[in-house]
């Protein structure tokens, strides 16, 4: 199954993807993630990168299909995969459609006060990524990651002025996607309002499994 997690900023799509990886057997491949690694690495990729996305702006739409494009013909995408934070433009999903043929678009449903609760609070571990919350899912020692041992950090781009540009930039570029999908036929709504175990079940009621 070839899955597309779309919504805003903090709306859940990273938590839910960890779960769904476990349920579907399915890489998680995010671009944020990906582009945060180059960050961490310095690579050529991430010094190009770091001042656009801790402004909470998009990377240029070239680079990202590119990087998407490359990574979906690895072997372990060909069965399928969960990609979290691509398409997030038009063009994006143009370019997607040419290279990939998508099942289903996940939008996740959720307000803004929502989005900056758990921005708010957000906290990650540098070496595997995994989300935690100051409130929602608190880590037993605030500093360490208790999956791997890393160290739990706040990530530059939830200030509060990175995210409102998020916000404002989710708007613009990505929300039209919904209808883009829904025309489709690809879209499934889930609400990614209640704790994570419910939407866990919304997500698998909506995709019948
Ligand atoms: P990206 O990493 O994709 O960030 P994002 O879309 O802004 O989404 P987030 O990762 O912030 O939120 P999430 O929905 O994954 O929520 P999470 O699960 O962490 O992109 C970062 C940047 O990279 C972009 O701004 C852009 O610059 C660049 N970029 C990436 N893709 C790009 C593209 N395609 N084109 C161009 N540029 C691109 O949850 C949030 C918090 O809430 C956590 O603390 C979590 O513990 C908590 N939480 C989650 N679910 C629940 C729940 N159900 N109840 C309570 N708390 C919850
Ligand atoms: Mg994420
Ligand atoms: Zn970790």
Not at 27 to 43: D, E, L, V
Request: net charge positive; charged share 25%; hydrophobic share 40%.
């Amino acid at each position: 199954m070839k899955l597309i997690f779309l919504g805003p900023p903090g709306a859940g799509k990273g938590t839910l993807a960890a779960k769904a990886v476990d349920i579907l057997k399915l890489p998680h491949i995010s671009t944020g993630a990906i582009f945060r690694s180059a960050i961490a690495a310095q690579s050529t990729l991430g010094l190009k990168v770091k001042a656009v996305i801790d402004a909470g702006k998009l990377v240029d739409d070239a680079a990202t299909i590119e990087l998407v494009k490359e990574r979906l013909a690895q072997a372990d995408a060909q069965a399928g995969y969960i990609l979290d934070g691509f398409p997030r433009t038009i063009p994006q999903a143009e370019a997607l459609s040419a290279f990939s043929s998508v099942d289903k678009v996940v939008n996740f449903d959720i307000p803004d006060s929502s989005v900056l609760e758990r921005l708010g609070g957000r906290r990650v571990c540098r070496k595997c990524g995994a989300n935690y919350h100051i409130v929602f899912n608190k880590p037993k020692n605030e500093k360490v990651c208790p999956a791997c041992g890393g160290e739990i950090y706040t990530r530059d781009d939830d200030r509060e002025e990175a995210v409102q540009k998020r916000l404002e930039v989710y708007r613009a570029q990505t929300a039209p996607l919904i209808d883009y999908y829904r025309k489709k036929g690809l879209l499934v709504d889930v609400d990614a309002r209640p704790l994570v175990d419910e939407v866990v079940g919304n997500f698998k009621k909506a995709l019948g499994l």
